[in-house]
């Protein structure tokens, strides 16, 4: 296949093209790099089965030639207040990409005849009252919160995806993404493992908010990639968890780290943030499971330890 | 002030337009006529203080000369499935008119340096658990259910409404509208109350479907409007809802209709339709009374006799 993958340079969308690439189809990747990174697909540049656009997907995109599928992962998707980069920091690029992004590159699947795939993400839950969360849960957003713009952008693009398919018949699929880490993560992401990892790397101790029993389940990102790839391959359009469901406590977490990284210096529990972060927040993925066959594999120690090299590398400790 | 209404010739648009130009302002209206009525404007055509431009404010808008307000009124909002300009039958033009429109209009308010008013609705409480919807209430929307066209393109217009406000100093309001009825609205609009007045017009007995203890609220247009109105004046930029929180069965509706319509043909009581109608749904009026001094003053009886002569003039009766 020949798949067009909008967010390129980002995180998530990076692994999908070395993915994609590895299974042989070709890949067209695109991004704008507001908040995705050359350094993602400096490797690509040059590789025979990748192309790649510089292009705002919330403008008009013209792609030459066939496209088999479009993969939309652009987007700001940083929770952290104080990274310049945060959803937060640009309400309106958001909502953008949520909304016209999402009206383009559905366009562009309608006039190819392609598959579409959204990212999209736990966030449309909001700060959820139903544990874990399974598909059918309505979420708890609220839509005059600063995360709205970010949560409700999803929600828009996930009804507009699953519009086109009922009114145009377009070949569409709906993953909903939780926490995920690994190389190639923002650093400044903001979520308590990049922080706390980044903390042991350093030696220092590292800082839990609160009493530390706050929970999270964090998925490794070649985990999350095969889901994504096996849902492609699917013929499901209503939205799949996609997800590790093992949830930890943030102490554990951060016990783990310590061990993984031989860190001494131990914890510091600071007042809990006045942040509106969600206490729990959990996949439920019965759905993947039953109809991707996926689940996911890599246990929290063996992705911490593939994940270290490129922290390393950031932090120039290697 | 010079005030810019999209979807002028629709139900509330019109009555909008009315109210605004009594108060001495001047008005452009702007419709598509995919869901709005000629008749409604007809009256208005040759007016000093009122001009019209056919658009769809999806696409990029233009208006010669300065505005001081944009009030964004257009979407299709019938909740009939039977009824072509049902939002159900205009799913990518509802969402289109929910975000590309909100973004061209609030780009027109900010351009103009005008106050910008958005139509939002009680459908962003999707199928409300709490009872009566207070503003702050995060609702229950099912994002893959047929009416999410409707109600996550209105999350989202509000949602950019206050990124906006907030990102751009847009000074915005919103506007959380009930159920209304009176003059001008769709007699296919396929809520209970058109649909009964019909019958009892007709002769016919009225419809009743299950028991008909499900309950509504039902606010007449100009009670609405100047709620609306006020709210314009206001410097209020959080949503306020504004409807008649007097809650009423089906059953009390259908035996106050069919007294002031003096039609003795009853009631005709059938199995519940398998619609998702929600149960309930009425506003806690609290905010509009408080910071606007709104609340409804036109009880039912005076409001279904304000709204006879439209409905036997559009059914051939008078």
Redesign the interface.
């Known amino acids: 296949m020949r798949i067009l993958i909008s967010g390129a340079a980002g995180f998530l969308g990076s692994h999908l093209c070395d993915r994609l690439i590895l299974e042989g189809h070709d890949v067209v990747g695109m991004d704008n790099f507001v908040t995705g990174s050359q350094d993602n697909i400096a490797h690509l540049m040059g590789n025979e089965h990748f192309v790649f656009y510089k292009h705002d997907i919330s403008n008009y995109i013209f792609v030459p030639g066939k496209l088999d599928a479009v993969l939309h992962f652009a987007s700001p998707a940083s929770p952290n207040p104080a990274s310049p980069t945060a959803y937060f920091n640009l309400?309106?690029q958001t909502?953008?990409a949520?909304?016209?992004g999402t009206?383009n590159t559905l366009g562009l699947a309608k006039a190819n005849h392609a598959r579409f795939l959204l990212a999209s993400t736990s966030e449309?839950y909001?700060d959820p009252i139903e544990h874990p969360q399974k598909?059918?849960y309505?979420?708890?957003?609220?839509?005059?919160g600063?995360r709205?713009?970010y949560?409700?952008?999803k929600?828009?693009a996930?009804?507009?995806t699953?519009?086109?398919h009922?009114?145009?018949g377009v070949d569409t699929r709906i993953v909903r993404i939780f926490n995920t880490y690994g190389p190639r993560m923002d650093l400044e992401d903001g979520r308590a493992l990049p922080n706390m990892l980044k903390q042991a790397l350093l030696g220092q101790p590292l800082t839990v908010y609160g009493d530390g029993c706050q929970t999270r389940s964090f998925c490794y990102v070649d985990d999350l990639v095969d889901g994504i790839v096996r849902l492609l391959y699917s013929d499901e359009h209503?939205?799949v968890n996609v997800g590790n469901p093992v949830e930890m406590t943030i102490l554990q977490f951060a016990q783990a780290i310590n061990d993984v990284t031989n860190n001494q210096a131990g914890i510091t529990y600071i007042d809990a943030r006045s942040s509106r972060d969600p206490q729990r927040r959990q996949p439920d993925i019965t759905r993947a499971q039953s109809l991707l066959g996926w689940e996911p594999k890599i246990q929290l120690q063996e992705g911490l330890v593939r994940t270290l090299p490129y922290f390393k590398r950031k932090l120039n400790l290697s």
């Open positions: 309400p309106i909502m953008k949520g909304a016209l009206h449309i909001g598909e059918t309505a979420g708890n957003v609220d839509i005059t600063p709205a713009v949560d409700e952008a929600r828009f996930e009804a507009l699953l519009a086109y009922r009114q145009h209503m939205p």
